[in-house]
């Protein structure tokens, strides 16, 4: 240990292969040094759990404590980054999410929930025993939960040692000692998992040959899926539906299909897959079977487990493919409306909504979904033959009150005696709804919008509509028209003018003294407010300027009068003036500070 308790510098370090693990060059790195990996994970200084007495490295092979980090750069005077790609959590953002779920400031999610839902085999790996045949290095992609088959050697990658019936690369990373001190040197070239005592053998290691592992040849097109995989990993552009999409788009797209094919994919369609080997396919069936079985129609849960085992995910990437990675939007489009269609007719208990309602959807597909669901959206085509900025459409573009022109011509005869007010709201939460919220709750989370307005238009309203189908053709009818005009983050602009409470005494003279009206406070409020509305498209009621605490005593009839006779009086200019004033808040970085 250096003065700053950081380990010394060790004279010879192997340096890590291209893509390798972080456990398997800590075995590499042992056998150099002739020591025990528990050994050589004390003389790297990783940290240690604190309440076992054996060597546990923290989140070992997932991600470095800032100590652990510090003490490896230390010990091998290694690069960090190069060390820190031999983590898991190098995939963070990509194919893995790290991020806790609903927690302000989004903070780590503990390694606990990481472990169970994140597509990643934690303690151990897969592996080609080809490729080990030619040297003793496990690439970090072996311990994803989409790794299948080695696009080099064309061979199902193996899961389980034959000979311990253990994971392959468990080695003693599961067990409470940890990682073993015991003064023995591993052969990389073997299993390695650790052999509990058994009748008549003592406790040891697995001496099975990790070259002699069964290997089951693959089609060069399910490798070439894999390759396809594996370039998206590696930062290469992605594509859903024939549109670019961010790499964790394009995982949660994988995520999304993988449960429908577990729900949907028939024995007939899954043994005619001809890039499928015959004992993928049969796993992936058995596994279906028993799903099924369990519970039928039920858990969500089953159904966006990681796959578990390479065949399992060969399959999974084989029956994905062609909405995957089909070329363009109808082709993803008719595969999805297949799939739909099957969903739909899945035997269930009663009272039992489909499962795939309830498995969250990805944004890049949620219109294709959508559209594949509603059998009325098929025949208008609305969402489904728009060019592919339909695919960027969320809650997001969203004012809170639909356009009143296309309410009136649209949505108004769904909603026989209903105030325009109240079903402008309603609709904009339908559209809310259309992007993918499954409730109407979550639609006005989705808009930020106040719950108990939501409610109000929500509870009452949706039992006027007679037609369901109609309705919900007519909603997309609007969506579709927010997208023909161009969409507008109105997100962005709530957030932009939420301040907005008066509009600066300056702005107002510039214009309102030429026409000889005085600027009053109150004037500068209701300005405030117009502008709020003008470009939020909200209900002016919810205007920042009209929160009860700025206006005392006075009344809100009182208040909304004002505000009438203010916006039926605006004159040209003035309007003018307010846009330009908005359109400078919504351009400053820094909301409040523009025209100051
Ligand atoms: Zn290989
Ligand atoms: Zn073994």
Same mark, same amino acid.
């Given at each position: 240990m250096d003065r700053r308790g950081l380990p010394r510098r060790l004279p010879s370090v192997p340096v890590p292969a291209e893509g390798e693990s972080f456990p398997s060059w800590l075995s590499r790195a042992a056998a150099d040094w002739q020591i025990a990996p528990g050994r050589a994970a004390q003389a790297l200084g990783l940290e240690c759990?604190?309440?076992?007495?054996?060597v546990r490295p923290l989140r070992f092979g997932t991600a470095l404590t800032p100590l652990s980090l510090q003490s490896v750069e230390a010990a091998t005077g290694l690069d960090a980054p190069v060390i820190e790609?031999?983590?898991?959590?190098?995939?963070a953002g990509t194919v893995l999410d790290f991020t806790g779920r609903g927690e302000p400031g989004r903070q780590e999610e503990s390694y606990f929930r990481l472990r169970n839902r994140e597509w990643a085999l934690f303690s151990s790996s897969r592996a080609c025993p080809k490729c080990l045949a030619s040297a003793p290095v496990w690439p970090l992609?072996?311990?994803?939960?989409?790794?299948?088959?080695?696009?080099?050697?064309?061979v199902l990658l193996v899961d389980t040692?034959?000979?311990?019936?253990?994971?392959?690369?468990?080695?003693?990373?599961?067990?409470?000692?940890?990682l073993t001190t015991r003064d023995l040197m591993l052969d990389?070239?073997?299993?390695?998992n650790r052999r509990p005592a058994s009748r008549g053998r003592k406790a040891g290691l697995c001496s099975?040959?990790?070259?002699a592992l069964p290997a089951v040849p693959v089609p060069a097109e399910l490798a070439d899926l894999q390759q396809r995989f594996l370039d998206i990993v590696g930062g290469a552009p992605a594509q859903v539906a024939g549109s670019p999409v961010t790499p964790a788009e394009f995982f949660a797209a994988m995520r999304f299909t993988a449960s429908v094919v577990r729900l949907v994919a028939t024995p007939d369609e899954i043994n005619s897959?001809? *890039?499928?080997?015959v004992v993928a396919a049969q796993v992936f069936t058995a596994n279906q079977q028993e799903r099924l079985h369990a519970d039928r129609g039920g858990r969500v849960s089953q159904f966006r487990?990681?796959?578990?085992?390479a065949a399992h995910a060969a399959a999974v990437l084989a029956l994905s493919a062609p909405a995957l990675f089909a070329p363009d939007l109808t082709t993803s489009q008719s595969v999805l409306t297949a799939w739909m269609d099957r969903a739909v007719a899945l035997p269930r208990k009663p009272?039992?909504?489909?499962p795939l309602r309830l498995i969250p959807r990805p944004a890049c597909l949620e219109p294709l979904v959508r559209a594949a669901v509603l059998p009325a959206s098929r025949v208008a085509g609305v969402l489904v033959n728009?060019?592919?900025?339909?695919?960027?459409?969320?809650?997001?573009?969203?004012?809170?009150?639909?356009?009143a022109d296309d309410y009136t011509e649209l949505i108004a005869w769904h909603l026989p005696g209903t105030a325009a007010m109240n079903g402008r709201r309603l609709a904009a939460l339908a559209l809310a709804r259309l992007t993918g919220a499954t409730s109407w709750q979550r639609a006005a989370t989705a808009l930020a919008m106040d719950s108990v307005k939501a409610f109000r238009a929500t509870n009452t309203l *949706?039992?006027?509509?007679?037609?369901a189908d109609a309705f919900w053709q007519d909603i997309e009818r609007l969506g579709a028209r927010a997208i023909e005009r161009g969409l507008i983050d109105y997100a962005a602009r709530r957030r932009a003018l939420a301040e907005l409470t008066m509009v600066p005494h300056a702005v107002l003279f510039e214009v309102c003294h030429p026409l000889r009206r005085d600027v009053t406070e109150q004037r500068r409020r209701h300005a405030a407010a117009w502008t709020w509305q003008h470009f939020?498209?909200?209900?002016?009621?919810?205007?920042?300027?009209?929160?009860?605490d700025l206006w005392g005593s006075t009344s809100r009839s009182f208040v909304r009068e004002g505000g009438r006779r203010f916006s039926s009086w605006l004159p040209e200019p003035v309007s003018r003036q307010l846009t330009a004033y908005g359109q400078t808040l919504l351009d400053s970085p820094t909301p409040g500070k523009a025209w100051a």
């Open positions: 759990h604190p309440r076992y007495r054996g790609a031999m983590q898991l959590s190098r995939y992609w072996w311990r994803l939960g989409m790794a299948a088959v080695c696009p080099e050697h064309h040692c034959p000979r311990c019936s253990a994971r392959l690369g468990f080695g003693y990373t599961g067990h409470p000692r940890g990389l070239d073997l299993c390695n099975q040959k990790l070259s897959c001809a *890039v499928l080997p487990t990681i796959p578990p085992s009272g039992r909504s489909d728009r060019p592919p900025t339909s695919l960027l459409f969320t809650a997001d573009h969203l004012p809170h009150l639909i356009d *949706v039992q006027r509509i007679s037609d939020t498209g909200g209900d002016v009621r919810d205007a920042p300027a009209y929160a009860p």
